[in-house]
T-cell receptor, first 113, second 114 residues
Framework: DQQVKQNSPSLSVQEGRISILNCDYT??????FLWYKKYPAEGPTFLIS?????DKNEDGRFTVFLNKSAKHLSLHIVPSQPGDSAVYFCAASAQGGSEKLVFGKGTKLTVNP | DAGVIQSPRHEVTEMGQEVTLRCKPI?????LFWYRQTMMRGLELLIYFNNNVPIDDSGMPEDRFSAKMPNASFSTLKIQPSEPRDSAVYFC????????????FGQGTRLTVV
């Protein structure tokens, strides 16, 4: 049973436009959420996180939104750049991040010039 | 800092052979995690250590898998005997604290069991 779901395996957007990556979770105990970015032949790298006490966290071009009632979070990238092309993983944890991370299967983002 | 270092980067072995994957965490990090990535299951946590002590190994698939952390700067993941279904990319990650947050990942070991 997948507790963290990324239902879109891939997404393609034009350079300069907004990229929206979605993630749903089922475990109501999750209270800390993270996004990781992964380039081919590299390990995932931390991108941005959000605690359940917030509904939005922003870092430059990246914003994560959390809708606790819907158990849904999204990552917005504005404006998208070709260098953003990568696989994006959503991850969740309970106990403020002290419990193990549960990852989604990832969404491959392609930003076309 | 060189980051998390994993070796080998690629490993091809025959079914039934023993495989050992190695990891050097970032100096000063207290927690170390082993993950496996497959197309079917995505990224799964296999085991994690805090201060060299295994905390949660519930993700280890079966007894063929074992992990050790003899000191703060080295960990191994061993598969014996290996099977084709073990083929995956294995990642090691480390964090400064016990939490998973903002874990730093190594480049991974791509294991192919034929």
């Amino acid at each position: 049973d997948q507790q963290v779901k990324q239902n879109s395996p891939s997404l393609s957007v034009q350079e300069g436009r907004i990229s929206i990556l979605n993630c749903d979770y089922t475990n109501s105990m999750f209270d800390y959420f993270l996004w990781y970015k992964k380039y081919p032949a590299e390990g995932p790298t931390f991108l941005i996180s959000i605690s359940s006490i917030k509904d939005k966290n922003e870092d430059g071009r990246f914003t994560v939104f959390l809708n606790k009632s819907a158990k849904h979070l999204s990552l917005h990238i504005v404006p998208s750049q070709p260098g953003d092309s990568a696989v994006y993983f959503c991850a969740a944890s309970a106990q403020g991040g002290s419990e193990k991370l549960v990852f989604g299967k990832g969404t491959k983002l392609t930003v076309n010039p | 800092d060189a980051g998390v270092i994993q070796s080998p980067r690629h490993e091809v072995t025959e079914m039934g052979q023993e495989v050992t994957l190695r990891c050097k965490p970032i100096s000063g990090h207290n927690s170390l995690f082993w993950y496996r990535q497959t197309m079917m299951r995505g990224l799964e946590l296999l085991i994690y250590f805090n201060n060299n002590v295994p905390i949660d190994d519930s993700g280890m698939p079966e007894d063929r898998f074992s992990a050790k952390m003899p000191n703060a700067s080295f960990s191994t993941l061993k598969i014996q005997p290996s099977e084709p279904r073990d083929s995956a990319v294995y990642f090691c990650a480390s964090t400064r604290t016990r939490t998973n947050t903002e874990a730093f990942f190594g480049q991974g070991t791509r294991l192919t069991v034929v």
